[in-house]
């Protein structure tokens, strides 16, 4: 009987097991911890939480693109983040234009901000869009049937390309969003006092992301790009052009991704040349905890990486007796990518990819 | 009957615009710029020049190419260099295009290198119009002349090729080693005789003279390869007398090589992407910081730099091991990212403030020694190059004898098709761990030179852009190649350390690099070879 | 004496689809025992639950009496159990000789110390090792072919190494899965003669899935028709041939009727 346990059950499994179980452990002692001490007040905490929200949801447009890229082409686009980097340079350049004539000065929201910040969200989506389908036509298409690491490879090039052509053609500096007078400050809503531009980010991203869903659900497009994910012969075979699938699959995640990159500058007001690497990173992160392939749970996957990155380092470090845990959150986030990954490949949703075999 | 085969005069213009699109983006990037202060040839040509001339050769070069017939067709010299001509006149037309609208609009407010300076050199100084015919002008000129080349028997192209890349190449090197000046134009036109010709009568003696050696006696043949060995040794030790800083470029191409060496293990033998090859490293350099260096009082026990060696890399070969038991069960591309999360949560916990009192967070260790040996200190890089080297020969060594075992037999198995070589009674697991292991132990001797030779070390050196440029270095050189690791190394390293102007696009020529690698020559510069076993059988295609 | 292989009960399902059902089967020592059945049968699947690239939820797999399930592929493989593949898998970027050795490498020791230091135990292990092989590709008939890259072999020695490589982990059951594919009818005769080789010479116990019923019929002991992820029938050639069940599943008379078989 034991002789067969250990036949079934490696030493590698039992190591992650032990692994597993005392990070739990480290993680529930954390919490109790800083809940005892009582650091932080209840508005502190929903404030942190709403932060989460907004940043989670901005994480859900970027994972969007990761996830249906892998859906249709089984291909990590390492070069996804800086599609969101590029997003956000254009339209930076786009509400600078805005800006000098004044559209953003009025006190109160109006008609005028508005449009502006349409069209500022439309050029950062179609310039990302763009951007991705270039990539996808010079980079991506000769490697189709080429082996795995192949076109993974070629991602991480076009990725570092991207950032530091950014870098030559744009400069090094930290560039500065217009500041809009009429998003300053706080709303009460349902007695919760929110930042408003999370408030616009929030409704933003909610948005887009129905909008995506109704377009892959209910769309010929969308649903071509399914059978193409689903088996691309067969799907060539059924008279589906799955070039143009693909083609439409990477203008649909670019643009999400640089509509993303407009609300991340709204939010943090920073738009410089490596920007898209973390957030990059951490929506892969989310698309994998979503479930990779799995367009909804790229979505829950964004808004619970979000809350958690918000809300960890403050409920666990501080417990724990780390010193400035804010310093440490994009790392607790890779901690989660790489527990996840091991512990859970398949994600929340997801079906079970990252180990091969069942 | 002789025919031509078919032909487009919108060949020659798309890639003449394409070509004009590189030539833009170069200039806007400001590599263009950057580089306009080093002389090719003093007085007459600049690098930045160079840039934009090599943009018009190649894409000139490309469209003749494209409209020259086939070996058993007509000739056809008009359409040819007519061909060059109007792809050369496109990218001055983009050019020019660029020109004219920076007259009218201010484009530096978005592009930071759309300066005065760079319009001057587009228009050769003579300003709007006069300049912008002269560029068109130009342009058509440079067309004819390098469409030309594909007029030529292959032989002679390739020769002036050569020679045509060696004059900027010795340049780069001569200037920024002893001179601080570029060539005379003299010097330049020697360069580019020599070595055209020396190619010219490689391609065409080469087999002759290859046949005549291979004639030779067992012996006697022994002896040459001998001989060519010791050559090649001689050469390796000679370099530090170039200089100081010559002897640190070489030192830290040689960290980078070890480097390459052990990630050549892990990704060219077994085929595991590991992107995270710079936690190794760093594990490496902080230990042979936290053992040697004074300002660390914590730590019970403080030695010198060769008590510390072994610890560094036992420290970092455990950490491998550590870190793959539980992710070398992954998938390929999920192995990247993990390896990834990994290299960046050792650098974010190495600079929080958490570790802090341990290992200095942002302030880093400095003080760590030189090494000693017998009262002799490797204090300067012209020393530290040999201990570097002895490194390299041995991590070399071990690649090599690794590579024709057992264990490097099932590394390749593992590489081709895990699930058959799982199948062959491989255990997965133990080969990867051991391949992961060598290349961080590898990774940890590489980290502890790192450290000597900086005697600092502060997180940020430990960034992932470290195993991206490893990474570059070994796709460059050929995937499990060990020779293809050094060409990689002097090429993606210690060239760019010699253009320090261009430090700040290291990391674009990278992403250019591995890009333009995977789509047109994934195996590499120097391919990986096969060694033959079944020695005495007539083999058609053993270098593959 | 008991079978070497003793298959009980094996189920293998994928979602809603039962790809294997509740498969019996025996293969005894020495013996050559085909699997036959239409396309999608299970056969292949049957292949990967033994060897353990698949696990099958319900059932055991015997092997010299002793249950290989839940067992790696690769400890399957020490156990004594080669396989070859449908469509060709070599390791395409080694040459033919590697193949062989890679094959051969669970019978040699030397690690990472031997390896680097050329112990004496090592240079031995190696040298015996390229002996072997030769020796394999002797037997395989691919003498003075070792140095090629095995991909620019061509299709019939593609097979043939990839038999050699098999055979090289020195197994006591050889699973074949579908080893006449592609090939024209004088391969199939050497085909033929290759495999009765293989006991007479090696004591090779067989298991074979095959499409070309001349080579079914003329070589196998025992045949077992699967279809819809059941067996239908097993016996002698001669039995199954003319059993109406066999001829049915293959004019697809009484497909739908199978059809509700395969779907719960």
Redesign the interface.
Known sequence: MLK?LR??V?G?TI??WI?GFILLVVVIVGVVRTLMIGKYTGADWTDLFVYGISQGSVYALIALGYTMVYGILR??NFAHGDIFMAGAFFGY?TAIVFEKNGFFDSPTVDGKLVLALVVVTLVAAAGAAGLAILLERI?YR??RR?P???????A??????????F??????GIKGFPEIDALKGRVSIFGVEILKTQVVVIVASFVMLIALWLFVQRSKMGKAIQAVSEDKDAAALMGINVDRSIMITFLVGGALAGAAGVLYALLFRQVYFFMGFFPG?KA?TAA?LGGIGNIAGAMVGGLFLGIAESLFPNLVLDGLG???PY??K??LA??L??LV??FR?TGILGER?????? | MKRTSPFSWMTPVTTGLIGGVVALFLCLVGIVEASLGRYVITGIVTMGQVFVLAVYAIFAMQAAQKAAPGQDEKPAPFRTLASGAISGLMISVVLAIFVLLGQQIDLRAVFIHATPVLYDLLTFGLGVPQGIFVLLGFGILMGVLFGAMALLPSALRRSLGAGLIAVPLVAVIYSSLFSGRGLSAFQALAVFVVVGLALFLWGRYQQPVRARANALPARQQRSMRLGLWVVAILFVLALPALGTYPSEVLVITGIFVLMGLGLNIVVGYAGLLDLGYVAFFAIGAYVMAILTSPEITWFPFSGNFWIALPFAVLAATLAGVILGIPVLNMRGDYLAIVTLGFGEIIRLVALSDWLKPLIGGSNGITQIPKPVVFGFSFDNPQKLYYIVVIGCVIAAFIATRLKYSRLGRNWMAIREDEDVAQAMGIDLVRNKLMAFATGAALSGLAGALFATKLTSIYPHSFNLLVSINVLAVIIVGGLGSIPGVIIGAVALVGLPELLREFAEYRLLVYGAVLVFMMLKRPEGLLPEARRKLELHELSPDVAE | MPPLLNARDVTKRFGGLTAVNKLNVEIEENAIHSIIGPNGAGKTTFFNCVTGFYRHEEGTVLFKGEPLDGMQPDRITREGIGRTYQNIRLFQNMTVIENVMVGYQSHLHSGWIGAVFHTRGQRDEEKRAVEEARKMLAFVGLAGRGDWMSKNLPYGDQRRLEIGRALATKPDLLLLDEPAAGMNPSETVDLMEFIKRLRSELGITVLLIEHHMQVVMSISDKVTVMDFGEKIAEGTPQEVQNNPMVIEAYLGKGATEYGTVGSH
């Open positions: 067969n036949r079934r490696s590698t190591a992650m692994i291909m990590i350049f980079a000769p490697l080429a795995r690491l192949v076109p993974l490879i070629t991480i090039g076009a990725s570092f390309f991207l950032e530091y052509s870098l030559g053609l744009f400069g090094s990173l892969f994998v780390i010193p400035a310093q440490l994009d790392a890779f901690l990518l790489v990954l091991i490949p990819l990252a180990t091969k075999k069942a």
